[in-house]
Structure formats: structure tokens, C-alpha cells
């Protein structure tokens, strides 16, 4: 069909000319719905800006050089850390620093304390992150922008593979069928009844216990990638198989083996595309998630990162959330205290994760909306 | 097909999922190094913890170190495979699930090492039970009617409203939306009230109970069975706290105990409602478009007979599959919320042990327990959709 065809309101399928592409056809009908979807079109703007983000943050200075670490202390009005850090659980803290309480002490905090109400700290807006492990603070803006990159590429990364392993091997379990799907299924039945989660910080536990502090930088990313990988692609590989079982079924597939087909060629040409959308809507769900998971591990205590302060998304923000639980806690530790509560360190990292999820969210509602010929009516 | 004879079959399927999930944590377990898990097991000793040592009466040749060799043998690591995997499955069905570590965090937290790992868990795991079944009833009062609503408000307000409330469950990361909400009811409630197994809330107000309770005092963390109710006269026998109160007469405690899993649940419960929402606004979508239900409008039935009646009930065979399926989801949330408001259940157990020196017992001790969390649930799933939707079992 020609570019400038129009489109009928009512049935947007192009019925002029011979249809040479269905699948572009397809392709431009999902987008015509999607496009009068608002919320799938927000999505895919502010995606759109974090793509950009990341890009542009390339031409950022390098971290050593731009995310300056600040002293280890929050400062209070007087900059006296002492006053605020008088409660130091193990021993006296030396005049002057302050001690990062770890959010698991916080049992250790005596309970019956009334403080006053909380208010604005003298902080610049947006300036600092804490890193509780270091004591040391890095600058909240720069630490999302670097951190942009990173928290895509592991997402995309870690979703597509997953996605792959799951359509390659859904796919040929849901065509062959017999005791090959069957063997494939109960394996991913094993699988999914270890929750995801707990699999993956296993998985790291027994990686960094035999692999220990003898790997590379991108060596311990890519034990994250793999172990989340490992939980993964049980998902995709029964959507796949479930989607494969109806495709198989359809009539071109076995007009395609009637004029003899191989079984690789039906798979690669037929099958596999004609199963994709589930698995694309699955995985621009999943991609949303990872650095919700990631800054899980983080906040849990888990140290994942080759190098700390390590800038993603959802670690900046466990970091975040745990320094203002310290503070609190700390603060609710001395009687008479004035607290600050920077709401800035959680807000804007946990404003990035949010965003993030949500428009990954709201455009993949929207596609499957626009795919589904019943939800659209 | 009778019904008994679905369940039978059901529980049978457990039993090869079982031992896969066990088979797949015993693969893990082998590719820890031996000297880590004989660290995890039997703590350091002076002499060291390698292999070979250097010997009493010194010089330039190594001797073998007894600690590693009695851990070895102990342990069962110097038979094959496949014996040390029979062993070990042998082990885990009679609950022989080994001791925690004494070097590990669990220590600090106040669990002496060499405690039975099913000791712990018989312990920890009433309290996640308690807080799981709290946060599925929150689940199915509030994703099942604003589910259906949504659907017959399809894309008006209402609808939009629902979807992004259900979508910014899925993306607030459950840290901080635990972090923050706990933080408000503190300033809230002018302070903490009590920090012990729970958190300071408002809700004290609500149910016009004191802040603290005559008798209740913060229990430590402790080797013997944590008394949940204070005294330590009082008796725990089945370890959930509300049922123990209840078992001794302290109804006012148990009231407490509930009041405490308000906050929790609810957190564990906004994020999981987001999927299962949208679920049940599909389900219902696709139900209103049938024959039956034009029928059922043609003949004057009023619209909300045929919405309540006649639609919700239809789709709700969809929201019970959909439970079961994110029930592991649902299920990652409790180590943080767990850590967060310092509830003793075995996700925090869980977390303990993570952390670094790892206790590979209760590690994988937890998560087997998980694993079997999630495989009951699917189960009892299945047999409430096939209880729901008597084409299953016939099929």
C-alpha cells in the first residue's frame, strides 16, 4: 500500500493493492491503534528521553572525574555530625564523622523515643546520595545520568536473553511436542516454583563464594546478567510453547509443511514469528522490573557491583532509602535533635525507577491492547 | 473424573517438582567451595581452615588438617555423587536439614550457630504465613470488585484510574514504598511506639488499644523459641502468634498482633494487585462480549444482576489462576518487608543469611521452603478452579 494511503477510521486495514507484506501491514495497524492509545504514547515518550539520556550521558565526563564524593558525613545546619551521630552502635564515633548505620542495626535502636517534626535540610535540591558502605555521598544527578546506560543495557540485556533462550526453546518444544515438551515443561515447572528472586540472590551467593573477588568488572556483571538470566526464561518458554500449541495448528503452517518445509524452516519462518507479540509485550513488561529487582539485592545488603559507589538506577535508590531510614533512626536516637529529611535522595532516584517501570508498563498495555481484537472493540 | 481422584493426581505432580527444586539446590549447593562449607558447617578453627596445615611440630612439610577431614566425612563428601545426592534427598525429606552456621549474621541477629535449621523455620515460618494470608485478603478485596468496576467503566475514568493505580503498584519499588509508608506512620503517630515485631502505627487509635500493652514487653532475639507473648511462662505451641494468644487467653495481644500486620500487608498487597487487576479487567472484558450476557440484557435482567450474577462470576475462574500464577511473585516481597518492619518471618531469616558470611544451610533451607510455599499454592489453585469450573476435572 502506498505511504500516503488513507486509513479508513473503521477498518484501518489497507484493502487497496496486493498485500505483499502482512506482517508490515500488521505492524502498521498495531500502530495506529497504539498511537490513540495516550497513556502507551506517554510511555513511549519518556522511554524515548531515557534512551536519549543514556546516549547523551556517553559524552558525560567519566565518574572519577565528574561524580565527586563528598565527605562522609550529613551535615546538619551547624555541619556538627556529632550531634546528629552521638548513637554509634559499636564504639564512640571519632569527632567529626558519622557513622552509616546499616539498616539491619536498626533493631538495636533503643524504641521509646519522640523526636521533632521532621523537616527540610539546608541541602541544595538534588545534590546528594549516600553510599552507606563507604560513608561517602556522590551527587544523586550525575550518579542517574551515568547511571543510564547501565540500568538499560543490564535490563535489555538480561530480558533478551532470557526471551531468546524461552522463544528457541518453547518453540521447539511446542512443535515437536511428545516426551520432549514434556521433559522441557516439568523443567520449567521446577524452575518457576523457586520464586525468582531468591533463586537469583542463591545463584550470587554460590557464584561469589566460589568465584570470589577474582573477577573483572564486566565479569561480575555478567554473573548478574546470567544469574537473573537463570530465572527468566522459564517465563518466556512457557508463553512461547502455549502461543506455538495454537500457532502450529494454523492452516498456513501446514499448507508451509505440505510443500515441504523443514522443521527449522517452519520454525524460523513461520512459527517463531507468528508466536513474537506475547513474548514482546512479556518482555518490555520484564525490562521495567530489573532495576526494581536490582535495587531489592542492593537494599536486602547483597553487594553486587564491581565498584561502589556503582551508579544504576535502583541501586542509587535502595541507597537512598536506606540513608533516610539511618538518619531517622539515628536522629530518633538523641533526644532533642533536630532532624532533616532529605526527600530529595528518595524522590528523584525512586522517581527514575518509577517512571522507568510505569511507561514500560503503560506501552506495553497498550500494544497488547492493540493487538487483542477483543480489548480494542 | 470424581474429584478425590484430581486432588490425588495434583498431589502427586508435587512430588517430581520436589525433587527437582531439591535436585536444583543440592547442584547448587556442590559448586560452593568445600572449604566454604565447611566454614558454613562446623565454623573456623585456630588451626586454620585450609587442607593442609602446617604440622604441631613444624617444618617445612604440611599435614592434613583433622578439621577438614572429620568436616568431610561428616558431610559426606568424600562418597560419589550420586550417594552424596541420595543422602542428601534421603536428609531433606526427614527433616534432617542440617545446623546453621556459628560465623554467620544469623549470630549477631541472635540464633547460636548449631541450631536445627527446621528448628528456625518452625519458628520463623508461622509469621510469614500470618502476613501472607493477611496480604491475600487485602488482594482479593481490593483487586476483584475495582477489577470488575474498571471493566464496565471500560476507558472512562474509573478505568483510567485503576490502571494507573495497578501500574504504580507494579513500578514503586516495594523498598521504598515500605520505607516511606513505615516513616509516615511514625512521624504520624508522634514517635515510636513499639519497634519489637512490628511497627509504630496510628492504628493504636483505631482499635483504642494502649501503645504498649501491660506484659508486652519487646522479646530479644533469642536461641530458645522466640515467646512471642511476652512472658516466658506463657506457652507457644503452635508459634502463630494470634493462635498462641488466643490459646492463653490474651485476646487483647492477639488483636495487637493483627494490628501489626496492617501496614505489611497492605504494602505486600498494593504491589501484587497491580497484575491481577488487570487480570480480572480482561477476564471480564472477554465475558461481557458473550452471547449470554446480551441474553440476559435482551430479557430485562437489570444491569447489575448481570454484572454481579452473571458476568463477575464467570470470570472469576481467571482471577483464581491468576492468584496462583503470581503467587511467586507475590512471595519475593517479603524479605524487604520483612527486614524493613523488622517482622520475624523467614524472609528475614532469608536476609540474615545472605549476607555475607553466607549461611549456606538456612540459605538454602529458606528457599526450599519458598519453593514449597509456591508449589502448595498452585496446587490448592488448581483445585479450587477445578472445584469453580467442573470442565477441568472432566477433561
Redesign the interface.
Known amino acids: 500500500m502506498g505511504s500516503n494511503a488513507p486509513l479508513d477510521e473503521k477498518s484501518p486495514t489497507p484493502v487497496a493493492g496486493p498485500r505483499r507484506h502482512p506482517q508490515l501491514d500488521q505492524l502498521k495497524r498495531t500502530w495506529y491503534f497504539l498511537r490513540k492509545n495516550t ?1 502507551a504514547m506517554v510511555g513511549l515518550s519518556i522511554i524515548l528521553i531515557f534512551v536519549v539520556v543514556a546516549l547523551a550521558s556517553f559524552g558525560y565526563p567519566a565518574p572519577g572525574a565528574k561524580m565527586t564524593l563528598y565527605c562522609g558525613t550529613y551535615p546538619t545546619p551547624a555541619n556538627n555530625c556529632a550531634q546528629v551521630c552521638t548513637y554509634a552502635p559499636p564504639s564512640p564515633a571519632p569527632p567529626g564523622t558519622c557513622y552509616a548505620v546499616s ?2 542495626q ?2 538495636l ?1 533503643p ?5 521533632s ?2 523537616s527540610l535540610g539546608p541541602l541544595p535540591l538534588g545534590s546528594l546520595a549516600p553510599d552507606p558502605s563507604t560513608g561517602l555521598f556522590y551527587n544523586i544527578a550525575d550518579g542517574l545520568i551515568k547511571g543510564a546506560p547501565w540500568s538499560l543495557g543490564i535490563s535489555v540485556s538480561i530480558v533478551g536473553s532470557g526471551a531468546l533462550i524461552g522463544l528457541l526453546l518453547g518453540a521447539i518444544a511446542g512443535l515437536k511436542g511428545g516426551y520432549f515438551d514434556e521433559a522441557v515443561m ?2 520449567t ?11 537469583v ?3 550470587l ?3 561469589s ?2 568465584l570470589g573477588n577474582s573477577l573483572s568488572f564486566l565479569g561480575r556483571i555478567a554473573i548478574l546478567v546470567g544469574a537473573f538470566v537463570v530465572t527468566w526464561w522459564p517465563f518466556y518458554t512457557r508463553i512461547v510453547r502455549g502461543q506455538v500449541l495454537v500457532t502450529r495448528e494454523q492452516s498456513y503452517v501446514e499448507a508451509a509443511r505440505a510443500s515441504g518445509a523443514s522443521n527449522s524452516r517452519l520454525l524460523l519462518k513461520h512459527i517463531i514469528p507468528n508466536s513474537m507479540y506475547p513474548v514482546f509485550v512479556q518482555m518490555s513488561l520484564d525490562v ?2 530489573v532495576p ?1 529487582l536490582l ?2 539485592i542492593i ?4 553487594p553486587i557491583w564491581p565498584s561502589s559507589p556503582f551508579p544504576e538506577w ?1 541501586t542509587i ?2 541507597l537512598s ?1 536506606q540513608n ?2 539511618n538518619l ?1 533512626l539515628v536522629c ?1 536516637g538523641v533526644q532533642g535533635a533536630t532532624c532533616y529529611f532529605p526527600w530529595w535522595q ?1 524522590l528523584f532516584p ?1 522517581l527514575t ?6 511507561s514500560v ?2 506501552l506495553s ?1 497498550g500494544i497488547r491492547d492493540a493487538l487483542d481484537p ?2 480494542r ?1 | 473424573m470424581k474429584m478425590w481422584i484430581y486432588i490425588a493426581r495434583r498431589v502427586l505432580l508435587l512430588v517430581p517438582v520436589l525433587l527437582g527444586v531439591l535436585t536444583i539446590t543440592f547442584i547448587l549447593i556442590s559448586a560452593v567451595p568445600t572449604q566454604q562449607r565447611l566454614v558454613s558447617a562446623f565454623g573456623s578453627p585456630k588451626s586454620g581452615t585450609g587442607q593442609y596445615i602446617s604440622c604441631p611440630g613444624g617444618g617445612p612439610v604440611l599435614c592434613v588438617n583433622p578439621w577438614w577431614t572429620h568436616g568431610i566425612h561428616t558431610l559426606g563428601l568424600d562418597q560419589p555423587v550420586p550417594v552424596q545426592w541420595a543422602k542428601y534427598m534421603y536428609n531433606a525429606f526427614t527433616l534432617q536439614w542440617g545446623y546453621t552456621s556459628s560465623s554467620s549474621y544469623l549470630v549477631q541477629a541472635g540464633i547460636p550457630g548449631g541450631t536445627p535449621i527446621t528448628q528456625i523455620l518452625s519458628w520463623y515460618l508461622p509469621y510469614t504465613l500470618e502476613l501472607a494470608a493477611f496480604s491475600l485478603f487485602f488482594i482479593l478485596i481490593l483487586a476483584i470488585p475495582v477489577g470488575n468496576r474498571a471493566a464496565v467503566y471500560r476507558n472512562r475514568p474509573f478505568d483510567q484510574g485503576a490502571r494507573i493505580l495497578s501500574f504504580s503498584g507494579f513500578a514503586l519499588p516495594n523498598f521504598l514504598l515500605a520505607s516511606v509508608a513505615l516513616l509516615a506512620f511514625v512521624v504520624l503517630s508522634g514517635g515510636f511506639v513499639s519497634i519489637c515485631g512490628g511497627h509504630a502505627s496510628p492504628l493504636d487509635l483505631w482499635f483504642g488499644l494502649p501503645p504498649s500493652l501491660p506484659g508486652y514487653a519487646c522479646p530479644p532475639y533469642s536461641g530458645s523459641p522466640p515467646h512471642w507473648i511476652g512472658s516466658l511462662q506463657e506457652t507457644s505451641p503452635t508459634h502463630f502468634i494470634t493462635i498462641d494468644a488466643l490459646i492463653n487467653g490474651q485476646p487483647l495481644i492477639a488483636l495487637d498482633s493483627i494490628r501489626r500486620l496492617f501496614l505489611p500487608a497492605l504494602t505486600i498487597a498494593y504491589a501484587s494487585v497491580a497484575g491481577i487487576l488487570r487480570f480480572v479487567r480482561n477476564s471480564m472484558l472477554e465475558v461481557m462480549n458473550l452471547d449470554y450476557i446480551r441474553t440476559a440484557r435482551a430479557k430485562g435482567v437489570p444491569e447489575a444482576v448481570v454484572i454481579s450474577k452473571h458476568a463477575g462470576r464467570n470470570s472469576l475462574n481467571v482471577t483464581v489462576t491468576v492468584l496462583g500464577l503470581t503467587f511467586a511473585f507475590f512471595i519475593v516481597g517479603f524479605p524487604v518487608t520483612e527486614l524493613i518492619f523488622n517482622l520475624r518471618g523467614i524472609g528475614l531469616l532469608f536476609t540474615y543469611s545472605i549476607l555475607q558470611p553466607f549461611d549456606f544451610g538456612t540459605i538454602f533451607g529458606t528457599t526450599v521452603v519458598f519453593s514449597i510455599i509456591v508449589v502448595l499454592a498452585n496446587i490448592i489453585v488448581d483445585i479450587v478452579y477445578a472445584y469453580l469450573d467442573p470442565r477441568v476435572r472432566l477433561g
Open positions: 497513556l539498616a539491619l536498626k533493631s535502636v524504641p521509646t523515643i519522640s523526636f517534626p521532621l516439568r523443567f515447572d521446577i524452575f518457576l516454583s523457586i520464586p525468582g528472586l531468591l533463586l540472590l542463591v545463584l551467593a554460590v557464584l563464594a566460589s521495567g522490573t526494581l535495587g531489592v537494599f536486602l545488603g547483597f535502583g535508590s535502595a532509602v533516610i531510614e531517622v530518633a528518595i525512586g525507577v518509577f517512571l522507568f517501570a510505569i508498563n503503560f498495555d477483543r480489548l472493540r
